[in-house]
């Protein structure tokens, strides 16, 4: 079934070309297509082989990753298949991360999909993934050296765990400045000391000044270490 997908994906909904493509298929199958057969014959990456290279990107080992990267190239993998292949592979986690389940708009089911790579990046980080590989496609046709820009995009990805996107520094920003602007905390009222007066006297403690609360930091967001102690930074009083 995955094979016979990979035909009609292949095809972009042309008889012709997808006639032609199974019976190359056929050719080379002995009486039994698989997509592994495919994979080998036609040098595609395929997800198991996806799954750990960016499994390693968002692991941040980038020696581990170029050392994958050369045994793609040796194996016979062109750069345009692969470079085709992660865009393909980073769509698919991006419907994942919006909620699509749909097999047929992933190209596998989404338990195939590596959880590791799912749970280090957003959406945000994936989106911006996505765009360097498809960038990339359009730079190596003019580039002094195809494999140097892939080895590049796949060092890029190797941070993109750090990376924050305009609208994400401004709502920090945002955040930062509501909470430095705001009035600063009285300490509480100390309870006064007790007096001579007659024990059946009613002694009044004052209440504490209520402190204003600290307007939060939304989740994901980067907090500053000044946030934390904002007093250190306020100027001196002459």
């Known amino acids: 079934d995955e094979a016979l997908f990979w035909v009609a994906r292949e095809s972009t909904g042309s008889m012709r070309d997808a006639y032609t493509l199974f019976d190359q298929v056929v050719a080379f199958s002995d009486g039994h297509i698989t997509y592994e057969k495919i994979r080998d014959k036609l040098g595609l990456v395929g997800i198991d082989r996806l799954n750990t290279v960016f499994e390693a990107c968002a692991q941040n080992k980038t020696d581990e990753v170029i050392t994958i990267l050369d045994d793609f190239l040796q194996s016979g993998i062109s750069i345009e298949q692969l470079i085709s292949n992660c865009a393909d592979y980073l769509r698919s986690l991006l419907l994942i991360k919006s909620g699509v389940k749909k097999e047929s708009l992933l190209g596998n089911s989404p338990e195939r999909y590596s959880s590791v790579v ?30 140097y820009e892939l080895e590049l995009a796949f060092s890029r990805l190797c941070w993109i765990g750090q990376y924050v996107s305009n609208v994400e520094v401004k709502k920090a920003i945002d955040a930062a400045q509501a909470l430095l602007s705001g009035a600063p905390v009285a300490p509480a009222a100390i309870a006064a000391p007790v007096s001579a007066a007659p024990v059946s006297a009613v002694q009044t403690v004052p209440s504490p000044v209520p402190q204003e609360k600290e307007p939060p930091v939304p989740a994901g967001l980067p907090r500053f270490s000044m946030l934390d102690n904002p007093e250190a930074f306020e100027e001196p009083v002459v």
């Open 118 to 147: 799912l749970g280090a990046w957003n959406t945000v980080q994936i989106e911006r993934a996505l765009s360097i590989y498809l960038q990339l496609y359009r730079d190596i046709r003019y580039s002094l050296s195809p494999r």
